[in-house]
């Protein structure tokens, strides 16, 4: 039974991506600029600046050595607090016409924040060292984390595209309907991404900060 809807699931995911391949492409490319814009943002950062980004690194790693053992409870209810409130916004922004600049800007801004963290990483411990720490800190959880972002970003530019299109009521009801179940199952993989966050990602990042 469960083999089963784990089977529809992706089904349903895999013919999201097929019936809206431009609109992927499209978030995708917003995505890649902000991580862009985070990189430049970093490499022409002034001295005053660097300072800061060097002394919440140092602060951060010196954290993470000095805590025993980590509280995987407080830290999972937090992050699924994130990701939920995440799934919340691009949802209602999704079902409106004047906030799909939002949804656009949060993809935007995610990549830009995902780009200025392994810039300011490779830019204050180095080539070698800076990669295996964002490797660390940040593949997991992202290799599920960017895909359900962008897909929510999608769901809801393609209902901002049917309510532009067609006036009939009864159909924006159905591609409302559709994108708020699509939704919630991207907000159950957020809640599996929390997971992988925490109790993977951060033990790895704990066994290894000593080397860094």
């Known amino acids: 039974m469960k083999k089963n809807k784990r089977i529809k699931i992706l089904e349903i995911i895999k013919e999201h991506v097929r019936n809206n391949k431009k609109e992927y492409m499209l978030v995708a490319l917003l995505f890649v600029i902000g991580i862009f814009l985070g990189v430049l943002f970093v490499n022409y950062a002034q001295e005053a600046q660097k300072l800061e980004m060097t002394t919440y690194m140092n602060h951060f790693i010196d954290k993470m050595k000095q805590i025993e053992s980590l509280n995987h409870m407080e830290l999972l209810k937090n992050s699924i607090g994130q990701n939920i409130l995440l799934a919340i916004?691009?949802?209602?922004?999704?079902?409106?016409?004047?906030?799909?600049?939002?949804?656009?800007?949060?993809?935007?801004?995610?990549?830009?924040?995902?780009?200025?963290?392994?810039?300011?990483?490779?830019?204050?411990?180095?080539?070698?060292?800076?990669?295996?720490?964002?490797?660390?800190?940040?593949?997991?959880?992202?290799?599920?984390?960017?895909?359900?972002?962008?897909?929510?970003?999608?769901?809801?530019?393609?209902?901002?595209?049917?309510?532009?299109?067609?006036?009939?009521?009864?159909?924006?009801?159905?591609?409302?309907?559709?994108?708020?179940?699509?939704?919630?199952?991207?907000?159950?993989?957020?809640?599996?991404?929390?997971?992988?966050?925490?109790?993977?990602?951060?033990?790895?990042?704990?066994?290894?900060?000593?080397?860094?």
């Open 89 to 212: 916004v691009l949802w209602f922004f999704g079902t409106t016409v004047i906030g799909i600049p939002v949804v656009f800007g949060m993809v935007l801004y995610r990549g830009f924040c995902l780009g200025y963290t392994i810039a300011v990483c490779i830019s204050l411990m180095g080539l070698p060292q800076g990669i295996w720490f964002v490797l660390i800190l940040l593949l997991l959880q992202n290799i599920l984390f960017i895909p359900v972002m962008l897909a929510l970003a999608v769901s809801g530019f393609k209902l901002y595209k049917s309510i532009i299109k067609d006036r009939n009521k009864e159909n924006v009801k159905i591609e409302v309907v559709r994108h708020t179940i699509f939704s919630f199952i991207m907000l159950l993989l957020l809640i599996v991404s929390s997971v992988i966050e925490i109790f993977f990602s951060m033990n790895i990042l704990k066994s290894l900060i000593k080397y860094f």
